[in-house]
């Protein structure tokens, strides 16, 4: 047994950084088990994490980027504007989901609890879980028209939900007042309360087993490593500034107004600088992130390509990766808004500033970097109103087509980039809702064609079989297409369409509460991924199998 004293062995440290991240994994596992809605529950969309006692991230689950490689920033914000660590205790649990003080967008409910051992702070664990609506404007909390945070939903400034072991029951009942499915809210985060202790009892063990000393040692050196692992990827990159412009369709209130995503890359030796400075201004509509959410997508971008190369092999996900990046962004940009902008649809912004990196990073290597996937999430919000007036809540959050690569084609229909969601299975919307879903399939075409062709979108059709509905959609990609590379072409635009007495009627891409009424269908159609090099010189077997296969419209 290694004593305070004693110095780590390597081994020691490779036992203690699996033992964190199986730690963070049995915590993912908490949360799948015991929640309640179907977005946590199904769709999967949330994530857990262990920090350091400083508040970075040590370890993660296999959950979602945009949580992942914020949930850092959002803890030091705590820790450095609201929450002394002198007053959070063991037994304290502090929640928040207020962009503006380190959260993502406001369903996405960030827990933290510290952990402690001998008296010493030795880390934190945390979980975020995207809840099934919190208020505001539209069921789901997903508007597409609020112009300030205040019509979004219920802010939650830092507060602590557990003092002392025992619940701030105030602060449980000014949750239940102001949300349309108080008891699936609830239900999800006392899952995420559950998945804490899960944490912290995982990290007691380890702690008994090697002392707070080596604990806060280990830490350190953990991201040392990955840090060393980050230059030494960097280094394998050719020095250079590499340029790249995105674009998002418009913030649903100035229609048809582009927002630009433009990255300036510089690499130098072991470091990267990413000057985000020639991004659009912060919008109206609610397209807008925040600093830390646009950041979890330069941080996703270089590690996956680092990843990519002969020295990445060993990079650990913590936030010694973050060391040798630099990020530029002023405030006032669409990506770092100021408050108090509405920024619901932020994934829309990290989603595209992804693609964007990508087509920065293909200059710098482009063995590694596949064309643009669909870039979006085509979130679907139906709240159905039964003929008692007992309200039901869906929300569903689409995927499309990934970018086909340097040696494959896309995959089809695939959760890529900044997502890592699941599908909401149709038997168990249908056995929950008074919804059917009339078809859920493969939209042939809409790949960017090439040597190698873009994955396939989908499309995914709704019926309305209670008497009333109110459908919300906030979407994007239907004007602007996911690119393709080194002469690929770019993918399909998704499409949003009303059947009503045999008559498809298009619905804007950014719609709040559309009233729908029994026997109306809602189609969504999906992009797919952007193709890699020259259609002529695909393979003459690949492209007789696509028209064998239906890939082709």
């Not at 799948?32 to 949330?46: A, F, G, H, K, N």
């Not at 037994?91 to 003080?101: F, L």
């Not at 394998?236 to 995503?261: A, K, S, V, W």
């Not at 090439?450 to 109110?470: K, N, P």
Request: charged fraction near 20%; charge should be negative.
């Amino acid at each position: 047994m290694t004593t305070p004293e004693t110095k780590l062995g390597p081994i020691d440290i490779e036992v203690i950084r699996n033992a964190l991240t199986a730690a963070a994994a049995e915590m993912d596992v908490t949360v799948w088990r015991t929640s309640r809605s179907t977005i946590v529950r199904e769709l999967l969309d949330y994530s857990t994490a262990v920090f350091d006692a400083e508040g970075w991230n040590l370890a993660q689950s296999a959950r979602i980027p945009g949580h992942l490689n914020s949930m850092s920033a959002a803890l030091r914000t705590l820790l450095s504007d609201h929450v002394r660590a002198e007053d959070w205790g063991p037994d304290d649990v502090v929640i928040t989901n207020d962009p503006y003080c380190g959260g993502q967008h406001l369903p996405d409910i960030i827990a933290f609890r510290p952990v402690f051992h001998e008296g010493a702070r030795i880390a934190y664990v945390g979980t975020l879980c995207h809840h099934i609506d919190v208020g505001g404007l539209v069921a789901g909390s997903y508007p597409s028209k609020a112009t300030e945070i205040f019509q979004e939903g219920l802010r939650i400034p830092p507060v602590k939900l557990i003092e002392k072991g025992v619940r701030n029951e105030a602060v449980w009942a000014i949750i239940r007042q102001n949300i349309r499915k108080p008891d699936l809210l609830l239900g999800d985060l006392q899952s995420q309360i559950a998945s804490l202790e899960v944490g912290r009892q995982a990290l007691a063990r380890l702690a008994l087993r090697f002392g707070a000393a080596a604990m806060l040692e280990a830490g350190r050196r953990i991201l040392d490593m990955s840090e060393a692992a980050m230059r030494a990827a960097l280094a394998e990159m050719p020095d250079g500034t590499y340029d790249f412009t995105d674009r998002l369709d418009d913030d649903g209130i100035d229609l048809g107004r582009e927002i630009r995503l433009h990255v300036r890359l510089t690499i130098a030796g072991d470091t990267a600088l990413v000057d985000l400075s020639g991004c659009s201004p912060q919008v109206q509509g609610p397209t807008n992130a925040t600093l830390a959410s646009s950041n979890a997508a330069v941080m996703f971008a270089l590690m996956s390509a680092a990843l990519g190369g002969g020295r990445g092999g060993g990079l650990a996900m913590n936030a010694g990766c973050y060391r040798p990046i630099t990020v530029v962004a002023p405030e006032g940009l669409v990506v770092n808004a100021r408050a108090p902008a509405p920024v619901a649809h932020r994934v829309a912004v990290t989603h595209r500033l992804l693609n964007a990196m990508y087509g920065a990073l293909h200059q710098a290597v482009p063995e590694r970097i596949p064309a643009a996937y669909y870039g979006c999430s085509y979130v679907t919000t139906f709240q159905t109103v039964r003929a008692d007036a007992r309200r039901d809540v869906l929300v569903e959050i689409e995927i499309g087509g990934s970018g086909a690569t340097p040696h494959k084609d896309g995959v089809s229909a695939y959760a890529s980039g900044m997502h890592n969601n699941s599908n909401i299975p149709v038997e168990m919307i249908e056995a929950q809702m008074p919804l059917t879903i009339m078809r859920y399939a493969l939209l042939p075409g809409t790949g960017g064609d090439g040597t190698w062709r873009g994955g396939l979108g989908l499309v995914r059709e709704w019926r309305i079989d209670s008497a009333r509905c109110f459908f919300t959609a906030n979407m994007d990609r239907f004007f602007s297409q996911p690119y393709g590379l080194a002469g690929g072409l770019p993918a399909s635009t998704g499409r949003l369409e009303l059947l009503r007495d045999g008559k498809a009627t298009p619905i804007p891409p950014k719609s709040d509460n559309v009233p729908l009424v029994q026997g109306d269908i809602v189609r969504l159609s999906t992009s797919g991924g952007g193709g890699f090099g020259a259609p002529g010189e695909r393979d003459p077997a690949l492209a007789a199998r696509d028209r064998r296969m239906g890939y082709l419209a």
